[in-house]
Nanobody, 119 residues
């Protein structure tokens, strides 16, 4: 399964960005879709994820500022980021888990997109 991310960039503190991640390939079902981030010298952390049923989970520091959503018809997940802070600066990675047409489970990662928030 191939993931293509878009939407990163440079923004001033308080600004907004929207990340997108589209999955392609022989996908039968998609279970969870999520966004992780990794800042320099830090471990990768889960920012937000969403199940096939629409249940969401957020990192405490982004609650109320970020919104994750998905378009099942397009196999796409979005992350709307608002009120961005310099500490949100990181490389953001998309993660998608599900099942292929052949029945095999998959767990795919995007290439990462840089988000830089200036103060």
């Amino acid at each position: 399964v191939h993931l293509v991310e878009s939407g990163g960039g440079l923004v001033q503190a308080g600004g907004s960005l929207r990340l997108s991640c589209a999955a392609s390939g022989r996908v039968f079902t998609i279970d969870a879709m999520g966004w992780y981030r990794q800042a320099p010298a830090k471990q990768r952390e889960l920012v937000a994820d969403i199940t096939s049923g629409g249940s969401t989970n957020y990192l405490d520091s982004v609650k109320g500022r970020f919104t994750i959503s998905r378009d099942n018809a397009k196999n796409t997940v979005y992350l709307q980021m608002s009120s961005l802070k310099p500490e949100d600066t990181a490389v953001y990675f998309c993660n998608v888990r599900g099942r292929l047409e052949a029945g095999k489970l998959f767990n795919s990662w995007g290439q990462g997109t840089q988000v830089t928030v200036s103060s």
